[in-house]
């Protein structure tokens, strides 16, 4: 059974930092590209950053790139998403998610940011 767990968020003013974090089980993590997104109030989920295998790849929103870096640990089963330099429109709940015959996500983690 795939399971996704985040953890990491909370509230920071803008210009803070944050570390997310995404533990996983149930499937061959190290063979799977993962990604993170996010949900801000009102508006529609979006893909935020995208890891590929071996961390060869990396792909960004363009309203992160250069503030948000993600990153995997094969060995812990950990995907992680380094936030910097914060903005009030990142506010929302940050998912991970991997596709595997369908797409799979964790529960969330509620980033708020405030100005």
């Known amino acids: 059974q795939v399971r996704l767990v985040e953890s990491g968020g909370g509230f920071v003013h803008a210009g803070g930092s944050l570390k997310l974090s995404c533990a996983t089980s149930g499937f061959p993590f190290s063979n799977w590209p993962m990604h993170w997104y996010r949900q801000a109030p009102g508006k529609e989920r979006e893909?935020?950053?995208?890891?590929?295998?071996?961390?060869?790849?990396?792909t960004y929103a363009a309203s992160v790139e250069g503030r948000f870096t993600i990153s995997r640990d094969d060995v812990k089963r950990t995907v992680y998403l380094q936030m910097n330099s914060l903005k009030p429109e990142d506010t929302g709940i940050y998912f991970c998610s991997v596709v595997r015959l369908q797409q799979y996500w964790g529960q969330g983690t509620q980033v708020t940011v405030s100005s």
């Open positions: 893909l935020v950053a995208t890891i590929t295998l071996n961390g060869n790849s990396r």
